[in-house]
């Protein structure tokens, strides 16, 4: 496992290290629910193999499996995974999702995907344009590549969002993946508003960048 300088300074922690103490922090980390971008941009689309990276919990890979897609969901955390096992059993969907235990900055995809989805994969110990053109490369052709992620004018006050170069828009996410014709076409790059609940049931504003685009030609 990679070793990672962390942001303050303080630890050399690996992610995976950082991510298990975080969600060790709390019984259970997030809703539990699909995040409501996947159901906007993926409910239509035809099941196919799908790939979640920084799954988390595994809500959005447990909705994708029971709408037909075989999923391949990839965490650092092994108690993140372990939770999403749990909840994929529970849900009788424990057959169609293989849980991978990687850490981004040295994972390599073994094969193409028909959806590859990134949910607020704002990572502490890695640059976003490094994990999320993992994302893109690993989209087949003809496949759809959905990002989704707290815009930089719109974060939860909760968490640690105080680093603005961890945040995007959906345009710099489109220039920064190259997500241009002829090799891909742009089907959404949007700033969307939403109010949520927080960990602690407080109520905020928050709002996402959302891009899906589908490569139109081969890498
Ligand atoms: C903010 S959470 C989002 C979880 C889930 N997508 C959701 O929307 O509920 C970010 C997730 O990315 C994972 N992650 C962060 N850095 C990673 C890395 N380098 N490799 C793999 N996963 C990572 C974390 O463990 C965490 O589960």
Do not use: K
């Amino acid at each position: 496992m990679t070793e990672h300088q962390h942001p303050d300074g303080e630890s050399n922690a690996t992610a995976a290290q950082q991510w298990d103490e975080t969600y060790r922090g709390r019984p259970r980390m997030w809703s539990g629910q699909p995040n409501p971008q996947l159901i906007a941009e993926a409910a239509y689309l035809p099941p196919g193999t799908a790939l979640d990276l920084g799954c988390g919990e595994g809500a959005d890979a447990i909705w994708l499996a029971g709408r037909g897609w075989m999923v391949t969901a990839l965490d650092v955390s092994a108690v993140a995974l372990e939770r999403a096992t749990a909840h994929a059993q529970e849900n009788g969907q424990g057959a169609n999702i293989e849980w991978v235990q990687q850490d981004l900055a040295t994972w390599v995809p073994a094969q193409l995907f028909d959806l590859v989805t990134a949910q607020f994969l704002h990572s502490t110990v890695m640059p976003w344009q490094q994990a999320l053109q993992l994302a893109a490369a690993a989209v087949r052709t003809g496949g759809t590549l959905l990002v989704v992620g707290h815009h930089p004018d719109g974060l939860p006050p909760w968490g640690q969002h105080h680093a603005p170069e961890r945040f995007y828009t959906a345009e710099e996410l489109a220039r920064e993946l190259g997500i241009e014709a002829p090799e891909w076409g742009l089907d959404v790059a949007d700033t969307r508003h939403r109010s949520i609940i927080g960990p602690d049931g407080e109520a905020a504003d928050v709002t996402d960048a959302v891009l899906r685009a589908t490569r139109m030609e081969a890498h």
